[in-house]
């Protein structure tokens, strides 16, 4: 990497401005070079401000030789005409060039003094009246933050586009929040991880045994617990993993956990007669919840908000079951027969019995495997309560999942956050309790997908006199989110489910249904050598090294020559892991050489990134509408604009480089991130150093990805491993014995 060099000079002039993320293109004329050309983030910078740049020397393929800034300072400028230029500049609405001049004339160098110390000595110039200079004065105090908020900022250790993040948020309040609370940061600014608010803690003298570091540490850890799809940690095991975290004794922890609890920023709760750790034991040993000793290590603690979830997900999925439907006269057996006929099939006795309790039951569960007949059963339940005159809406919590419910049924089907109108402005949904859903009906497809938070902000917008019909894969992957609802749901015994096991004559045509309900139960699936036909075939490679190199001839050549896929479109490899030689990481970058090497790119957060790329959004942007696991294509990258933008699905996004973080290439990516979508052809590379994670449920969410070629490429032993291990872990969640009948809370 080259080193870093400092230049100074005197803006001569802005190319380029984005006021939103500050990226600038300014003419510097700097002593000793003349007037070269610096770009960087160089939020609100003036014409005339002279200015301290750290970066490096960089040659543009368009534009030259230029200095690229990581970081900057404004410096007084030193002479007459940079102050005059400075203060024409548009700085200071109000003063052009000749008040400029007059100002010069009068105060001389101590113009810029007498402005930022003594505004009201301006009224001795002739042109400069109360109302003005009060406007003067505003404008230079926000021109003073900016300057203040970034030198501060940087000081400790912050980047340029942090700070302008940062600043942005808290605008004149920055340094007094970062003073107050630097791990705020981590909590509210995107991109600010806890390890880089603790360290700017630490450079502000924050001690290490301080309790305000300790609470933002047991955030954390609860927010760390999350990701990883927990609901709650156990009190004893947060402080473990909190003390771990922060290396001090858990003693100093446990006080801040209870101020925590106290204020409500966090909740516990403790299911009364449970002796053991409630996140791994049986769902029925818990009778009810109780107000018990709060600090008991086995007390579940919550961040309040996903508290209020799962409590109130239990509470109206009861208030939903205890009211009851619109009347509905209808001759059962006479409706299946009519969808019958309408579609020239004939429904197995398993179908048609789900068909009935479907009709019959206000709240129900359709779960079952490929080929098992989910699809046909949905499209005859929505054919015959439209028949009935009932208001039907479709639902899935991605858009691919929720394109091909559309396409299944012949009905519009929405994202969930579509569907309930989500308001990027006010960081929620329109419909609610207030402004439910107009639905008699409302069936959600790939039920295992959706993570507690969501289903608690759908249960609020369904009409008490609606029904619900949950349709998912019970043994696929949990949500990404916290919380493993569909299986909590089915666990509890409350409502009506319907598990379909029985495969179809037509998926017994295929290889990739037959061997994903033979690993479903514990079964090694059938290997295919490569030379043989059909659509699943087992590459046998033991090294990590022969299982890159065959992916790689794979997706560019042998696939798309045998079979025809777009290797850049309809090819996705599914890997169990992000980090090591086989992880999604280190594939993505081997693909994007083989499939894409030479296209117009950028590098953002150590990541390449071309023209071309397939990628996917990695967290929620509501401002954008785009959500987790959302795949699009690079079209174009605007470099002196600051814009790459994104086709998701003939939708173009326009991306602020600022955002480019929340993209990561997409030609590999981890099974966790494929829930809800299908590709032509999938590739699973398999080794055991995946062995951490090689569990049954992964491999059969990744085979089922595939719609025509799935494709293994590793260890027998490695599949051997995932097949014959039933999750190890499980969520920790309460929701199961919230939903039991009898119990509250």
């Given at each position: 990497?080259?080193?870093?060099?400092?230049?100074?000079?005197?803006?001569?002039?802005?190319?380029?401005?984005?006021?939103?993320?500050?990226?600038?293109?300014?003419?510097?004329?700097?002593?000793?070079?003349?007037?070269?050309?610096?770009?960087?983030?160089?939020?609100?910078?003036?014409?005339?401000?002279?200015?301290?740049?750290?970066?490096?020397?960089?040659k543009d393929r368009k534009f030259g030789r230029q200095f690229k800034a990581d970081s900057y300072m404004t410096i007084k400028p030193e002479t007459f005409i940079g102050i005059e230029k400075y203060l024409a500049s548009g700085l200071v609405p109000g003063i052009g060039k000749e008040l400029a001049r007059r100002l010069v004339q009068h105060f001389g160098l101590d113009t810029l003094d007498v402005i930022d110390q003594q505004p009201d000595r301006l009224t001795e110039v002739e042109g400069f009246g109360r109302v003005r200079v009060k406007r003067i004065k505003a404008a230079w105090k926000e021109q003073s933050e900016i300057r203040d908020v970034m030198v501060f900022l940087q000081s400790h250790g912050i980047s340029t586009a942090f700070a302008i993040k940062i600043y942005k948020l808290y605008r004149g309040s920055a340094i007094s929040v970062v003073r107050e609370n630097p791990f705020r940061l981590a909590r509210e600014v995107r991109g600010i991880g806890f390890k880089s608010a603790d360290r700017i803690a630490r450079h502000l003298g924050i001690a290490a045994d301080s309790e305000q570091r300790a609470a933002a540490g047991v955030i954390h850890t609860l927010r760390q617990a999350a990701d990883q799809g927990h609901v709650y940690v156990p009190r004893q095991q947060l402080l473990l993993d909190t003390s771990e975290l922060l290396t001090v004794n858990a003693e100093i922890i446990a006080p801040a956990l209870d101020d925590l609890i106290a204020t409500g920023e966090l909740a516990a709760v403790v299911p009364a007669g449970n002796t053991a750790?409630?996140?791994?034991?049986?769902?029925?040993?818990?009778?009810?919840?109780?107000?018990?000793?709060?600090?008991?290590?086995?007390?579940?603690?919550?961040?309040?908000?996903?508290?209020?979830?799962?409590?109130?997900?239990?509470?109206?999925?009861?208030?939903?079951?205890?009211?009851?439907?619109?009347?509905?006269?209808?001759?059962?057996?006479?409706?299946?027969?009519?969808?019958?006929?309408?579609?020239?099939?004939?429904?197995?006795?398993?179908?048609?019995?789900?068909?009935?309790?479907?009709?019959?039951?206000?709240?129900?569960?359709?779960?079952?495997?490929?080929?098992?007949?989910?699809?046909?059963?949905?499209?005859?339940?929505?054919?015959?309560?439209?028949?009935?005159?009932?208001?039907?809406?479709?639902?899935?919590?991605?858009?691919?999942?929720?394109?091909?419910?559309?396409?299944?049924?012949?009905?519009?089907?929405?994202?969930?956050?579509?569907?309930?109108?989500?308001?990027?402005?006010?960081?929620?949904?329109?419909?609610?309790?207030?402004?439910?859903?107009?639905?008699?009906?409302?069936?959600?497809?790939?039920?295992?997908?959706?993570?507690?938070?969501?289903?608690?902000?759908?249960?609020?917008?369904?009409?008490?006199?609606?029904?619900?019909?949950?349709?998912?894969?019970?043994?696929?992957?949990?949500?990404?989110?916290?919380?493993?609802?569909?299986?909590?749901?089915?666990?509890?015994?409350?409502?009506?489910?319907?598990?379909?096991?029985?495969?179809?004559?037509?998926?017994?045509?295929?290889?990739?249904?037959?061997?994903?309900?033979?690993?479903?139960?514990?079964?090694?699936?059938?290997?295919?050598?490569?030379?043989?036909?059909?659509?699943?075939?087992?590459?046998?490679?033991?090294?990590?090294?022969?299982?890159?190199?065959?992916?790689?001839?794979?997706?560019?050549?042998?696939?798309?020559?045998?079979?025809?896929?777009?290797?850049?479109?309809?090819?996705?490899?599914?890997?169990?892991?992000?980090?090591?030689?086989?992880?999604?990481?280190?594939?993505?970058?081997?693909?994007?050489?083989?499939?894409?090497?030479?296209?117009?790119?950028?590098?953002?957060?150590?990541?390449?990134?071309?023209?071309?790329?397939?990628?996917?959004?990695?967290?929620?942007?509501?401002?954008?509408?785009?959500?987790?696991?959302?795949?699009?294509?690079?079209?174009?990258?605007?470099?002196?604009?600051?814009?790459?933008?994104?086709?998701?699905?003939?939708?173009?996004?326009?991306?602020?480089?600022?955002?480019?973080?929340?993209?990561?290439?997409?030609?590999?990516?981890?099974?966790?991130?494929?829930?809800?979508?299908?590709?032509?052809?999938?590739?699973?590379?398999?080794?055991?150093?995946?062995?951490?994670?090689?569990?049954?449920?992964?491999?059969?969410?990744?085979?089922?990805?595939?719609?025509?070629?799935?494709?293994?490429?590793?260890?027998?032993?490695?599949?051997?491993?995932?097949?014959?291990?039933?999750?190890?872990?499980?969520?920790?969640?309460?929701?199961?014995?919230?939903?039991?009948?009898?119990?509250?809370?």
């Open positions: 990497m080259k080193p870093e060099t400092t230049i100074e000079g005197a803006i001569e002039r802005i190319v380029y401005a984005n006021v939103e993320n500050g990226w600038s293109v300014v003419r510097l004329v700097v002593r000793g070079r003349g007037e070269v050309t610096a770009v960087g983030n160089l939020l609100s910078v003036q014409p005339g401000e002279s200015l301290r740049l750290t970066g490096q020397w960089i750790d409630p996140s791994i034991s049986d769902s029925n040993t818990a009778d009810r919840f109780a107000a018990a000793d709060l600090n008991t290590p086995h007390a579940a603690i919550y961040l309040k908000a996903l508290e209020v979830a799962e409590k109130g997900v239990a509470t109206l999925f009861r208030a939903l079951t205890a009211q009851q439907s619109l009347p509905l006269e209808i001759d059962i057996g006479r409706a299946i027969r009519w969808f019958e006929n309408s579609q020239s099939l004939e429904l197995a006795t398993q179908q048609r019995r789900a068909l009935q309790q479907a009709i019959t039951h206000k709240v129900m569960v359709l779960t079952g495997g490929p080929g098992t007949g989910k699809t046909t059963l949905v499209k005859g339940i929505v054919s015959i309560l439209t028949m009935k005159g009932l208001r039907v809406q479709l639902a899935a919590p991605t858009g691919r999942a929720a394109k091909r419910l559309s396409e299944a049924t012949g009905i519009e089907a929405k994202t969930v956050h579509r569907l309930l109108e989500f308001n990027p402005r006010e960081r929620g949904f329109s419909r609610g309790p207030d402004n439910p859903l107009t639905t008699d009906l409302l069936i959600i497809d790939e039920a295992s997908m959706m993570d507690i938070t969501l289903t608690y902000n759908l249960l609020k917008a369904v009409p008490q006199k609606s029904r619900l019909i949950l349709v998912g894969d019970i043994d696929q992957l949990p949500s990404i989110g916290p919380g493993r609802v569909l299986a909590d749901v089915i666990d509890s015994g409350a409502f009506e489910v319907v598990r379909l096991d029985e495969i179809f004559r037509q998926a017994l045509d295929s290889l990739i249904i037959t061997n994903a309900h033979r690993v479903r139960v514990g079964v090694m699936p059938t290997l295919r050598p490569p030379d043989d036909e059909g659509d699943f075939f087992f590459f046998e490679r033991n090294e990590p090294e022969a299982i890159l190199a065959t992916v790689k001839r794979l997706i560019g050549q042998r696939i798309p020559r045998s079979f025809g896929f777009d290797p850049t479109r309809e090819i996705q490899l599914l890997t169990p892991m992000r980090r090591g030689l086989l992880g999604a990481a280190n594939l993505n970058a081997e693909l994007q050489t083989l499939l894409n090497p030479d296209s117009e790119g950028i590098t953002r957060s150590g990541q390449l990134l071309r023209v071309g790329d397939r990628v996917m959004q990695v967290r929620n942007n509501y401002d954008l509408d785009v959500f987790n696991g959302d795949i699009g294509r690079i079209q174009s990258f605007d470099t002196e604009n600051e814009i790459a933008r994104v086709d998701f699905d003939d939708r173009e996004v326009d991306y602020d480089f600022l955002e480019l973080d929340e993209l990561a290439l997409a030609y590999a990516c981890s099974i966790h991130k494929s829930q809800g979508s299908e590709y032509p052809c999938v590739v699973i590379p398999l080794h055991t150093q995946h062995f951490t994670l090689l569990q049954r449920n992964l491999i059969y969410t990744a085979l089922t990805r595939g719609r025509r070629l799935v494709i293994i490429v590793g260890s027998r032993r490695a599949l051997e491993i995932a097949v014959e291990s039933q999750n190890s872990t499980r969520r920790a969640t309460l929701l199961t014995e919230r939903l039991q009948p009898g119990l509250r809370g």
